[in-house]
């Protein structure tokens, strides 16, 4: 079984009367013989590709879950030719074949055993895909069996199928997936290629050390995700602030709606220093790796886009006026500035976009961990946004920005914009402001989310330097009687 991602560049040379409706990046699955059917009757994959196609419309809007979805099917689809087991066989028969599937993935072969998050992302998967076979005529049954399961979430009340399938997982409330402020430092400082205490680390020969940091830093102060730090543009990060900004305010940070997740726009900050050390990158290392003309977007990406007269809002995209923020990824990856080289923030040497931060912040990762502290975590991208997330709570709970919106009204150096950051700072609920920066549809979300994260520690905090410390017995006896809300609780994964 083979896996294609479709492309439509070069679709005018094609034997075809019309533009081709599928979207770029849409997977396809074709069988090693790239046959699709046998004597007239077609073969599953040509449902399968359907399926996949119909995503776009049923809630996945990204090329990135297309992917992970085919990718499922591909491993099933792989599977069941070995046990003479069709795709859309009986219910007992592809029972049987699940049945062998999670031994295979449970307990088989190193190399073929999933994690239970890997695990339940395939069970998910192969059971949306069974449930849409069955309404369109496709299969008999679904091969799973399911459980009436509650959600509880404060008032709310809500019952669901849970598919016996999954796999316990560890609950989300002991999941830690943030970095301390310690290990942040420890993290910017090996990106930046320095030793834990701030000198030149004379044994590493790392490259791109100020872009790695810069946009490093930048994800930490504003929690992007990954797609909103890559993807953006150097002409959408905001002036530096000046030498009178009020110290400790926090300066707006526009999110581009194309790049956001669901498509919608928000502002979220980032502190004055970490702003202005963006714009050191951009203003010497960034320069003097667009200064090389030469790079163009490989023909496999598209036409090159060219921008001329760009501002802080948008530009001439090929003589036509464009909105930054109406540019998806795909065409920001072609935008080539006036002076040559891509427009995104983050560029490789030859001028050209740079996108792999996964794998730069897992060498970064081992080196910490090889080198200077063998408890330090592995760094993903979205690991900077927790980050942000506890650490901004964090100062909103202690009254840190409240602190800085009142020193910059008392010295008047507030004013503007500023003036009204420091009024909400001043007036907001902590998980209001946490909300708006995170981008999240309610608050409820937010709590939700942070109840994954260590928030019980920063609270706990908060209470003591307020002065109403207990003892450690009362302490003990709280956290025991706390500990009692999580017993005979469902698995966190479920629900």
Wanted: glycine share 10%; charged share 20%.
């Amino acid at each position: 079984m083979q896996l294609t991602f479709f492309s439509r560049t070069g679709w005018q040379d094609w034997d075809v009367a019309a533009e081709p409706a599928l979207p770029d990046r849409m997977p396809q699955l074709v069988d090693d013989d790239l046959l699709f059917g046998d004597a007239g009757v077609p073969r599953p994959s040509v449902a399968v590709n359907r399926w996949l196609r119909e995503l776009p419309v049923s809630g996945a809007a990204a090329p990135g879950t297309w992917a992970k979805y085919a990718r499922a099917l591909r491993d099933w689809m792989t599977f069941l030719p070995g046990l003479g087991i069709g795709v859309f066989d009986t219910r007992d028969r592809l029972k049987q074949a699940l049945g062998a599937y999670a031994a295979h993935h449970g307990s088989g072969p190193a190399e073929a055993r999933f994690a239970p998050s890997t695990w339940n992302q395939h069970i998910c998967v192969l059971s949306v895909f069974y449930q849409w076979a069955v309404a369109e005529g496709h299969a008999s049954a679904v091969p799973f069996t399911y459980a009436q399961a509650r959600s509880r979430y404060g008032d709310q009340v809500r019952l669901a199928q849970a598919n016996m399938a999954r796999r316990r997982v560890p609950r989300p409330h002991v999941t830690i997936k943030y970095l301390e402020a310690g290990f942040c430092a420890l993290f910017l400082s090996a990106l930046a290629g320095l030793m834990p205490d701030g000198s030149a680390d004379d044994g590493y020969r790392g490259r791109e050390l100020a872009r790695n940091a810069a946009v490093a830093r930048l994800a930490l102060a504003t929690g992007l995700r990954r797609r909103e730090f890559t993807f953006l543009l150097a002409f959408e990060v905001p002036p530096a602030p000046p030498a009178a900004h009020p110290p400790g305010l926090p300066v707006p940070f526009p999110v581009p709606a194309a790049l956001a997740k669901g498509g919608k726009y928000r502002t979220t900050w980032i502190d004055a220093d970490a702003l202005r050390a963006v714009h050191g990158y951009i203003a010497l290392d960034r320069a003097a790796s667009v200064a090389c003309p030469a790079w163009s977007p490989p023909g496999r990406v598209g036409e090159p886009l060219l921008v001329t007269d760009p501002g802080p809002d948008g530009g001439r995209v090929n003589g036509r006026k464009v909105k930054w923020a109406s540019l998806t990824a795909a065409e920001r990856m072609r935008l080539v500035a006036p002076g040559g080289g891509s427009c995104l923030l983050a560029v490789r040497t030859d001028g050209g976009p740079f996108t792999a931060w996964e794998s730069v912040f897992t060498r970064a990762s081992r080196r910490i961990r090889e080198r200077f502290e063998p408890r330090f975590p592995q760094v993903h991208p979205h690991r900077l946004r927790h980050s942000m997330a506890v650490a901004t709570l964090e100062k909103l709970v202690s009254g840190f920005y409240a602190q800085a919106a009142d020193l910059a009204a008392a010295t008047g150096t507030g004013a503007g914009p500023d003036a009204a950051l420091a009024l909400y700072l001043a007036k907001a609920d902590p998980l209001m402001v946490l909300r708006d920066l995170l981008g999240h549809s309610s608050a409820l979300t937010t709590e939700a989310y942070l109840r994954r994260l260590d928030t019980t520690r920063i609270y706990a905090e908060a209470y003591e330097r307020a002065g109403g410390g207990a003892s450690a017995g009362a302490l003990a006896a709280a956290a025991r009687e706390a500990g009692t809300e999580f017993d005979g609780e469902p698995d966190g994964g479920d629900a």
